[in-house]
T-cell receptor, first 111, second 114 residues
Framework: GNSVTQMEGPVTLSEEAFLTINCTYT??????LFWYVQYPGEGLQLLLK?????DKGSNKGFEATYRKETTSFHLEKGSVQVSDSAVYFC??????????FGQGTRLTINP | NAGVTQTPKFQVLKTGQSMTLQCAQD?????MSWYRQDPGMGLRLIHY???????DQGEVPNGYNVSRSTTEDFPLRLLSAAPSQTSVYFC?????????????FGDGTRLSIL
């Protein structure tokens, strides 16, 4: 079946550092890929998405590129801020609107 | 615009008690779903519905019931609560039939079973 694997956390960085959170997936065919973010005490919010190979999703300075050859969708940001502290989830959809999530990566940014 | 509203936000139950977690959306979305979030396991799908009168099981349905009598509401019932059901529960909705449409999540219900 479909699955998503994220790098294990927690991840702690200093403000203005470069961020990469790795995400790889297993799926047949061509799923759509997502990054969701969960701020403390809140539900999940869509951060960015990509629906086909080589697409790049971007939002709020975050980027991720759909790489079919490596089945990856790594999340990157060039300069993180304290306000980026949250839990980040990689996810995929393939038919029937069933989201499959990775285990989540907790990110803490220190000033 | 309320989006997806979940009630209650917090609940403590004793083993064997029953309760209903409420979920309502005002976006006229056909698809609604329930997830549970446990540490280190991401979100796992419990039940979902593609429209009023239609429900189906997800990855972890045991111990939970759902019904969908209206487009707006999708309650989740715990029939006899067990400590293993201690978790944070999220309801989500989205338009049906478009595989790349994002799901909208509620703020969650934190449930503790003693």
């Amino acid at each position: 079946g479909n699955s998503v694997t994220q790098m294990e956390g927690p991840v702690t960085l200093s403000e203005e550092a470069f961020l990469t959170i790795n995400c790889t997936y297993t799926a047949t065919g061509y799923p759509s890929l997502f990054w969701y973010v969960q701020y403390p005490g809140e539900g999940l919010q869509l951060l960015l998405k990509a629906t086909k190979a080589d697409d790049k999703g971007s939002n709020k300075g975050f980027e991720a590129t759909y790489r079919k050859e490596t089945t990856s969708f790594h999340l990157e940001k060039g300069s993180v801020q304290v306000s980026d502290s949250a839990v980040y989830f990689c996810a995929l959809i393939q038919g029937a609107q069933k989201l499959v999530f990775g285990q989540g990566t907790r990110l803490t940014i220190n000033p | 615009n309320a989006g997806v509203t979940q009630t209650p936000k917090f609940q403590v139950l004793k083993t064997g008690q029953s309760m209903t977690l409420q979920c309502a959306q005002d976006m006229n979305h056909e698809y609604m779903s329930w997830y549970r979030q446990d540490p280190g396991m991401g979100l796992r799908l419990i039940h979902y519905s593609v429209g009023a009168g239609i429900t189906d099981q997800g990855e972890v349905p045991n111990g939970y019931n759902v019904s969908r009598s209206t487009t707006e509401d999708f309650p989740l019932r715990l029939l006899s609560a067990a400590p293993s059901q201690t978790s944070v529960y999220f309801c989500a909705s989205s338009p049906v039939g478009a595989g790349n449409q994002p799901q909208h999540f509620g703020d969650g219900t934190r449930l503790s079973i003693l």
